[in-house]
């Protein structure tokens, strides 16, 4: 079991800035109500549905909007709504795995397949990248909740396999399996993380020189801001400087 990892670099994420706000708690919403629909709507006999409204809390989502999106589940307008994985490369030869909620599988299709065209990428076909990454279990802390030490000792004793752990958080990884037992196990000394899901983890990177990387970061622009993407993850390892300078 590792304490560090490049995870952080590896996995495409982006942060909840008020400008995004709006659009992250619409896509936390539609998650829930298609868990809901998938399964039970009591979280505690729903293993997606519970997972989907850790993550939202731990968001700072409303209470009103949870309850709100799990109640649209028991309507007709989730019905149509299906899970899709998309799969291509981006710039550099990066391996993207693009998540999708959508009622329109022709739409979707079309617009994911025109962000990779014309930011430097292309779209493959199903299993053409997935063997680049791992399914594994996420489950994130943030900072204040205990030391790094503490947090390693608890992770490893709860069945974690690895823990990265930053100024701002504690990003703890297991077996897909293991997910919901090694939650249970850290809930009990540390309470609701700030997210718990199922997500893919690189098993090989592709270095991204400064060239190739704001074109990449544009790619995964596009991806995100879509309305139908629920999730985005990349292989890419950029190296610090780099990063730097795309931020500013």
């Known amino acids: 079991m590792a304490g560090h990892s490049k995870f952080k670099n590896i996995m495409y994420r982006k942060g909840a800035q008020d400008a995004k706000r709006s659009k992250l708690f619409s896509k936390l919403s539609k998650e829930i109500t ?22 939202a809390r731990g968001q700072s989502m409303p209470k009103d909007n949870i309850e709100r999106a799990i109640k649209k589940s028991l309507g007709g307008d989730a019905d149509n709504y299906e899970d899709i994985r998309y799969e291509g490369y981006g710039p550099g030869g990066v391996a993207i795995i693009v998540e999708a909620l959508t009622d329109n599988k022709n739409r979707s299709a079309s617009d994911i397949r025109a962000a990779f065209s014309k930011n430097g990428g292309n779209m493959g076909e199903t299993g ?16 204040d909740k205990a030391d790094a030490d503490t947090m390693f000792e608890a992770a490893l004793e709860a069945g974690a396999d690895e823990v ?37 983890k690189p098993n090989v990177t592709a270095d991204v020189g ?5 074109t990449l970061m544009k790619l995964l622009d596009a991806l995100d801001d879509n309305d139908d993407v629920q999730n985005v993850y990349a292989n890419f390892d950029i190296s610090d400087e780099i990063m730097e300078k795309l931020s500013a």
Do not use: W
Request: aromatic letters at 6%.
């Open 34 to 55: 298609i868990a809901a629909k998938m399964g039970d709507p009591d979280p505690d006999k729903n293993p997606r549905l519970r997972l989907a409204v850790q993550t």
């Open 128 to 143: 053409s990248v997935a063997f680049m990454f791992d399914r594994v279990g996420q489950i994130v802390y943030p900072a």
């Open 164 to 200: 990265e752990s930053s100024d701002d958080e504690h990003e703890l990884t297991c077996e897909a399996g293991a997910l919901h037992d090694v939650l249970k196990s850290l809930e009990t000394q540390f309470g609701e993380p700030t997210s718990a899901k199922l997500t893919y």
């Open 210 to 214: 400064e060239d190739q990387a704001a």
